[in-house]
C-alpha cells in the first residue's frame, strides 16, 4: 500500500490513518465503495465509476460527504503524493460513526477513506499470456448485488475457496444453475463465435469494465449477447474471460479442472483486450 491516504478531510500516512470503531461500514457493512484503475498517471473509466459510486448512495439513501467534483480532486492528489503510474484507488463511504443500532443515525456525517497503491502493468500482461483458472461456487449472496456495497463476507468465502482449489477466481452459481458472476469480476464465455456475458440484473454488478468492453465491441461491430449461461454451456465455449477495474479484460483457460477450450489463452482474448484497451477514457 502506498504511503498516502485520504480519511475523513485529512491526508494522513497510511500506517497511521484510523476509522472509529464505531463506525458503521465496520459494524454493519452499512456503505458502499468503488475502485478505480490507474493507467500512466489517468484514472479510468472516471465518469462510469463515479456515477455508479452515485447510484450506490442513493440506492442505500446516504448522501455523499463531498461535492461530486472533490472525488476527482482527492482521487487525482493521492495519485501524486504516492507517485503512482499504474495503480488501483479504492474509495469507501460508510454511514459514519454512531452508537451501534440498527436503524439509521441522525445527523450523522458519513465517513470517506480514499486509498492508493500501485500495480504493474507487467504483471497484467504476463499474467494475460498464462489466463486464469476459476472454480464454480455457490452464489450466496443477498438480492441487490447490483449496489456495490461493503457488504463481502459471500464473495469472499467464494475466493478463497477458488484460491484453496487453486484458482484465481470464483465463478458464483444461482439456484437455477446459471452462473451469475465473478467473485469480483463479470463472467464472458466464447461458444464458436457468439459472445457471451450475463444480463445486468439485480443479480450482478453492473461492471463498468464491462461496460467498456461492450462500447468497444459495439464500435468494432463485434457481436455480443446478454444472455445465463450455465455449466453446460461452459463446457462448450471455446474461450472464456473475466473483466473488472483491476483485472481488465482477463483470459480464462480453466474452469473447474476442465479446460476452456485448448486450455491456452484463446485468439479472441487478445482481439478483446486490445479493443477495451483502445476504447478506455482516461481522465
Ligand atoms: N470488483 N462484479 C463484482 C461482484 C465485482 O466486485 C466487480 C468489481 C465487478 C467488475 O466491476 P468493474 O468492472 O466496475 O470493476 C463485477 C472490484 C474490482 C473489487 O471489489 O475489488
Same mark, same amino acid.
Given at each position: &500500500? ?11 500516512? +497510511? ?5 472509529? #470503531? ?18 500512466? *498517471? ?6 462510469? +465509476?463515479? /456515477? ?21 480532486? +482527492? ?33 450523522? !456525517? ?7 497503491? =500501485?500495480?504493474? @502493468?507487467?504483471?497484467?500482461? =504476463? *499474467? ?14 443477498? !438480492? ?6 461493503? /457488504? ?30 465473478? =467473485? =469480483? ?6 461458444? !464458436?463465435?457468439?459472445? #457471451?456475458?450475463?444480463?445486468?440484473? /439485480?443479480?450482478?454488478? !453492473? ?42 479484460? @482477463? ?5 473447474? /479442472?476442465?479446460? #476452456? ?5 484463446? *485468439? ?8 477495451? &484497451? ?6
Amino acid at each position: &500500500m502506498s504511503a498516502i491516504s485520504y480519511v475523513n478531510g485529512v491526508y494522513i500516512d +497510511h500506517q497511521d490513518a484510523m476509522v472509529n #470503531i464505531e463506525d458503521r461500514g465496520y459494524q454493519f457493512a452499512d456503505g458502499v465503495y468503488e475502485v478505480f484503475a490507474v493507467i500512466k *498517471k489517468k484514472i479510468v473509466d472516471y465518469d462510469g +465509476h463515479i /456515477n455508479r459510486l452515485y447510484r450506490s448512495l442513493n440506492e442505500i439513501s446516504l448522501k455523499s460527504p463531498i461535492v461530486k467534483d472533490a472525488y476527482i480532486f +482527492h482521487i487525482r492528489n493521492l495519485i501524486r503524493k504516492n507517485n503512482i503510474k499504474d495503480g488501483l484507488i479504492y474509495l469507501q463511504i460508510s454511514r459514519g460513526v454512531a452508537q451501534r443500532d440498527f436503524k439509521f443515525p441522525k445527523n450523522t !456525517k458519513p465517513s470517506i477513506v480514499i486509498t492508493a497503491k =500501485s500495480i504493474s @502493468m507487467d504483471d497484467y500482461y =504476463s *499474467k494475460f499470456t498464462k489466463g486464469i483458472k476459476v472454480k464454480i461456487t455457490d452464489d450466496l449472496r443477498w !438480492k441487490r448485488v447490483d449496489i456495490k456495497t461493503l /457488504n463481502l463476507l459471500p464473495p469472499v468465502l467464494a475466493k478463497q475457496k477458488a484460491v484453496e482449489n487453486g484458482c484465481d477466481e470464483a465463478w458464483m452459481i444461482d439456484s437455477e444453475g446459471y452462473i451469475t458472476e465473478g =467473485s =469480483s469480476s463479470n463472467a464472458w464465455i466464447l461458444i !464458436k463465435d457468439k459472445l #457471451i456475458t450475463t444480463p445486468a440484473t /439485480n443479480s450482478i454488478l !453492473k461492471g463498468i469494465t464491462r461496460t467498456s468492453l461492450i462500447n468497444a465491441l459495439k464500435k468494432k461491430k463485434i457481436k455480443f449477447i446478454e444472455k445465463r449461461f450455465n455449466k453446460k454451456d461452459i463446457k462448450i465455449a471455446n474461450e472464456a474471460f473475466i473483466t473488472s477495474a483491476t483485472q481488465f479484460v @482477463m483470459p480464462v483457460v480453466k474452469v473447474d /479442472n476442465a479446460k #476452456i477450450g485448448d486450455g491456452k489463452v484463446g *485468439k479472441y482474448a487478445n482481439i478483446f483486450k486490445d479493443a477495451y &484497451m483502445e476504447a478506455i477514457q482516461l481522465k
